[in-house]
């Protein structure tokens, strides 16, 4: 049974920093590009950050770069997400997903989620 596991989702002031964490079982995750995702309320889905299953290449949308670092370490079987410079619209549900693209929503695999909440 494949499970994706994200942790280190909470409440933080603009300005300040989180590190989201999410570890894979029961898949190959070296095989796996990993991907960052997040939900705001009443906004769809969409992509934040992906890394290659090598962690050769990484991909960012326009609004986090500069300010979010993706990173894997595949002895660990575990995606990281280093978000600084927190913003209120960053704000929302982010989910982690495990497929053979980092940056679409067709994932093979979703971690259940962990909230984001940045105060202004």
């Known amino acids: 049974q494949v499970q994706l596991v994200e942790s280190g989702g909470g409440l933080v002031q603009a300005g300040g920093s989180l590190r989201l964490s999410c570890t894979a079982s029961?898949?190959?995750?070296?095989?796996?590009?990993m991907g960052w995702f997040r939900q705001a309320p009443g906004k769809e889905r969409e992509f934040v950050a992906g890394i290659t299953s090598s962690g050769g290449r990484r991909f960012y949308t326009d609004s986090v770069k500069g300010r979010f670092t993706i990173s894997r370490d595949n002895y660990k079987s575990t995606v990281f997400l280093q978000m600084n410079s927190l913003k209120p619209e960053d704000t929302a549900v982010y989910y982690c997903?495990?497929?053979?693209?980092?940056?679409?929503?067709?994932?093979?695999?979703w971690g259940q989620g962990t909230q984001v909440t940045v105060s202004s």
């Open positions: 029961g898949l190959p995750f070296s095989a796996y590009a």
């Open positions: 997903a495990a497929g053979q693209s980092p940056t679409t929503l067709n994932q093979d695999y």
